[in-house]
């Protein structure tokens, strides 16, 4: 059973960072990609960043480009969201998931993504 973990969500004011982290149980999992999303109250959720398998490729949404950096850790079975420079439009419930057997390629469906987390609270205050 594949579970997915995501902490380091909390309470920030504008213009400040957080880092979230993903924990994922099994490995390796270096063939796949990791992807995180986001749903705002009463908004669908969205992509934010996605990391191929072995951290070749990144890509972003451009309401975030520039301001988070998604990274993993593969030895530590972990992947992380750098968030600076938050905003109040940034306040949502973020997801890790899991896209199996990816390779060098990437997704940005969530109906692509094979595995989640149950999500981390992110509030920003103005």
């Known amino acids: 059973q594949v579970q997915v973990e995501e902490t380091g969500g909390g309470l920030v004011q504008s213009g400040g960072s957080l880092r979230l982290s993903c924990q994922v149980s099994?490995?390796?999992?270096?063939?796949?990609?990791i992807g995180w999303f986001r749903q705002a109250p009463g908004k669908e959720r969205e992509f934010v960043a996605v990391v191929s398998a072995n951290g070749s490729k990144t890509f972003y949404a451009d309401s975030v480009r520039g301001r988070f950096t998604i990274s993993r850790a593969d030895a530590k079975n972990t992947a992380h969201l750098q968030m600076d420079n938050l905003n109040p439009e940034d306040t949502a419930v973020y997801y890790c998931?899991?896209?199996?057997?990816?390779?060098?390629?990437?997704?940005?469906?969530?109906?692509?993504?094979?595995?989640w987390g149950q999500g981390t609270q992110v509030t920003v205050s103005s």
């Open positions: 998931a899991v896209s199996l057997g990816t390779g060098g390629y990437y997704y940005f469906g969530a109906c692509e993504y094979d595995h």
């Open positions: 099994y490995s390796p999992y270096s063939r796949d990609s």
